[in-house]
């Protein structure tokens, strides 16, 4: 299949990518580069062996988006491409909306028009809302606390309408829960903008010195240990679920189909520092702080659906995830360089 992977220079977009093509599809990378760097594409172009196909696009655009897919040729779209930072989502909900729900309608209007037929949409596990018991199930109802997750939820939900309008579309809602690590060369990983929000590239840029401390938000949840509790999955099994998903949309007769992908099995904050310290060879600097705004104590998956129906699962270990982390953060320890000015004339 020739796949469009919008926000293919980004975390999961570029490992998926590369998965894509090891299975013998033509993977063809759209991004904004707003939030990602564009030497990422000559080191994925390294890895994948051949010269990958990138457009530079910004999928809001509906007439740029047109001409991309009316000239693309593609079977499938799998659409990682938003902003995803909660705290900013909240400081600014109309750039959230705008963006995420704006490219998700130019992409369905231009795949709607030129006759494309698979839409596999990165879902995130935050549309189960605040107070969805654990482990958490494909049926659950979805809500949101956040700018953010709304954009998650109205898209899955613009995604089933369009399927209701269109029976030939197929839909695949992932719903990820804490994607982590890196591919084994270390050449790629999670390079957040900015301060990062999530608790593993916390804990990487700690560990290669460039944080004095992690903060530990509360340890005073109903949890083994006192620390909140989350479904770290690694992203090369993460990839491996995108792949395992549109192998399957070519053969269901469900027009919409919903998956969790996670492992299932819930790891602690201080197990994760525990195994990123044993990753890295030294102890890390750590401080507990009061919990933070909205967070939960436990999430995590029920991913039977998954194995089931996919024949998918995530096996990587807690681990795994740091130690792949680690030899992406150490190699990289600003993450991806910038590319040299006039370089975007490179992109095809
Ligand atoms: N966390 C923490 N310190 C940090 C960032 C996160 O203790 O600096 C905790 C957070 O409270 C949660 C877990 O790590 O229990 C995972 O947080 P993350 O933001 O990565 O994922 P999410 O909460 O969105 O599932």
């Not at 033509?26 to 030497?39: P, Q």
């Not at 006759?115 to 596990?125: D, E, I, L, N, T």
């Not at 890295?280 to 089931?308: I, T, W």
Request: net charge negative; glycine share 10%.
């Amino acid at each position: 299949m020739r796949i469009l992977v919008s926000g293919g220079a980004g975390y999961i977009g570029s490992h998926t990518t590369l998965q894509l093509i090891a299975a013998g599809h033509d993977g063809v990378i759209v991004d904004d580069f707003r939030r990602s760097k564009r030497s990422v594409v000559a080191r994925l172009d390294a890895l994948a062996g051949r010269s990958i196909e990138v457009h530079e696009v910004d999928l809001t655009d509906l007439a740029a988006t047109d001409a991309l897919v009316s000239a693309g040729g593609f079977d499938a779209v799998v659409h990682f491409a938003g902003l995803k930072a909660v705290g900013e989502s909240v400081e600014k909900p109309l750039d959230y909306y705008s963006n995420n729900l704006g490219s998700t309608l130019s992409l369905l209007a231009a795949m709607s028009r030129h006759g494309v037929p698979k839409f596999v949409f990165s879902s995130s596990a935050t549309v189960y809302g605040e107070n969805a018991p654990v482990p958490m199930r494909e049926d659950f109802p979805t809500s949101a606390t956040n700018p953010y997750g709304w954009t998650k939820v109205m898209q899955e939900q613009i995604l089933r309408d369009a399927a209701v309008a269109d029976p030939s579309l197929r839909v695949a809602l992932l719903r990820y829960f804490n994607p982590v690590g890196a591919h084994a060369s270390g050449t790629i990983g999670e390079d957040p903008s900015g301060i990062p929000n999530n608790l593993m590239p916390l804990i990487a840029q700690v560990a290669v010195g460039r944080r004095d401390k992690l903060l530990i938000y509360g340890d005073d949840y109903p949890t083994p240990d006192g620390t909140g509790r989350r479904d770290y999955l690694h992203v090369e099994d993460l990839a491996a679920g995108h792949v395992a998903a549109l192998d399957r949309l070519g053969t269901t007769d469900v027009t919409v189909s919903t998956w969790n992908l996670g492992t299932g099995t819930p790891t602690s904050v201080r197990e994760v520092v525990d195994a990123f310290s044993r990753a890295c060879g030294h102890e890390l600097p750590v401080e507990v702080a009061p919990r933070r705004a909205g967070d939960v104590a436990e999430s995590y998956a029920d991913p039977s659906r998954a194995e089931a129906e996919l024949g998918w699962r995530a096996d990587r270990t807690i681990d795994q995830m740091c130690e792949d982390t680690w030899r992406w953060q150490s190699q990289n320890p600003d993450g991806y360089p910038d590319a040299p000015s006039g370089s975007s004339s490179d992109l095809r």
